[in-house]
């Protein structure tokens, strides 16, 4: 079972087993670091936010509540240190150009890529907390309950702020030409 | 026009958490009013576009760099700085009192004991703020000043790093030697105070201390803090040897200055 190890690994962790908490890094460093990226559409921040998710949990294992989805109090300090990042910097940056999006083929990864940057540059064009339920929905395909507990507001919230997110996100799309040839 | 029920039927479906009867509830109303439609297969196709979107790698050097940042912070919380002001009190005790010197001695070497087997529980040192270089004496090759010295040797490879402030050393060594590595920390007992001494969970070494010599044997891939004081104001040069095999794979005499 996922969600005993990651009980048995937390726990191994504060008992001073290093080796645990590096199998939690090893196992959950893709899931945050593409969170900060949704989040903040910039690699290096990223890269930055991942490392202090990390940390943080490392520094606060002890307050977590076995009781909840250790994942879920993984993804809100991940949530939270993007939102951080994001206020701290108030600035949009593209993305990284040298992140590759793995693909099947060469044309349907173009295509897929273009795509993909529209969608991107559109999610850079939500608020903050439209942008989280958005990556919390269709990138980690979190449940509504899920989400509510990440985030730490009624799943009645997250349900308005998703259907409100996608419908603006939408629009922009459209603005943007996204439909006609996708 | 698309009223709220309708909008909300299209998102739970797009969700995929309609039930048949909400499905079929929407299919029928989706089929009279075309507006509804249109957002209906944009939602979708929306919906679908993202769930394409495959997660990026992170970089490779994310997992390292986490944990060396995790083993900082474990440096930091591991080395007794409290413990300085402890042995400074129970030198000051015994000092003058030819009476107790034994005893007393009998008493640091045990507090030493305590201190590496880790059984006192580690006091918080900050040592955020700490700075210092680092002087070589005599020849060392490949042994270059500064704070960071990479040792590449004999299939040995790995750092050693040292910070200091008011007098309080760290000095921090990380090896990956897969044949497995004896270090050696010398220094002289009259001058040097060994207040903590932290290695990795996975150096696999064993700890052994003697007056003015620590050694660990085995070491293959992790490392060691070790936190020291120097009696007087100035701090005095600690000989670090790494042997593999019986082979000196390096050696050289640091003096750790107050750079402040």
């Known amino acids: 079972m996922i969600l005993d190890e990651d009980l048995g690994l937390v726990r191994h962790s504060l008992a001073g087993d290093r080796s645990a908490f590096e199998r939690i890094v090893e196992k959950y460093q893709k899931t945050v670091f593409n969170v900060a990226l949704r989040m903040t559409h910039e690699a290096g921040d990223a890269e930055d936010i991942a490392q202090e998710v990390f940390l943080k949990a490392y520094e606060r ?75 919390l929905k269709h990138f980690e395909g979190f449940s509504y309950e899920e989400i509510a507990q990440i985030l730490e507001i009624s799943e009645k919230k997250v349900k308005s702020r998703l259907f409100t997110a996608r419908q603006v996100l939408r629009d922009i799309l459209l603005k943007k030409g996204f439909g006609n040839n996708d | 026009m698309i009223d709220n029920h309708i909008i909300e039927l299209i998102n739970r479906e797009v969700d995929g958490v309609a039930s048949a009867e909400e499905t079929a509830r929407l299919r029928t109303l989706l089929s009279a009013n075309p507006d509804a439609r249109k957002l209906f297969d944009d939602m979708r196709s929306l919906a679908d576009a993202m769930a394409e979107m495959l997660p ?41 009192k030819p009476g107790f010197v034994f005893a007393g001695g009998l008493a640091a070497g045990f507090l030493l004991f305590l201190i590496t087997s880790n059984i006192i529980a580690p006091r918080s040192v900050d040592d955020s703020e700490l700075t210092g270089t680092l002087v070589l004496h005599g020849p060392a090759p490949g042994f270059s000043r500064g704070d960071l010295i990479d040792i590449n040797s004999d299939g040995v490879q790995g750092t050693i790093e040292t910070q200091f402030s008011s007098g309080l050393c760290l000095l921090r060594l990380h090896v990956d030697a897969p044949e497995g590595v004896s270090v050696s920390l010398l220094t002289n007992p009259a001058s040097v105070h060994l207040e903590a001494v932290r290695p990795s969970d996975d150096s696999g070494a064993q700890l052994s201390v003697r007056e003015g010599e620590l050694t660990f044997d085995g070491m293959k891939t992790g490392g060691v803090v070790v936190l020291f004081t120097g009696k007087g104001k100035s701090l005095p040069p600690a000989r670090l040897r790494l042997v593999s095999s019986g082979k000196p794979v390096f050696e050289g005499v640091i003096s750790l200055e107050n750079s402040k």
């Open chain 1, 61 to 135: 294992l002890k307050s977590f509540n076995p009781k909840y989805k250790f994942f879920s109090w993984l993804y809100r300090i991940a949530v939270n240190e993007s939102l951080n990042s994001l206020e701290r910097k108030k600035r949009y940056q593209g993305l990284d150009e040298q992140l590759t999006v793995q693909g099947p083929d060469l044309d349907e990864t173009v295509e897929a890529n273009e795509r993909s940057r529209k969608i991107e540059d559109a999610m850079m064009e939500l608020n903050v907390d439209h942008r989280a339920v958005v990556v």
């Open chain 2, 56 to 96: 990026v790698d992170p970089p490779r050097t994310l997992k390292p760099a986490i944990m060396r940042a995790i083993d900082s912070r474990i440096a930091r919380k591991r080395p007794a700085a409290g413990l300085a002001s402890l042995l400074h009190s129970f030198r000051t005790l015994v000092f003058g």
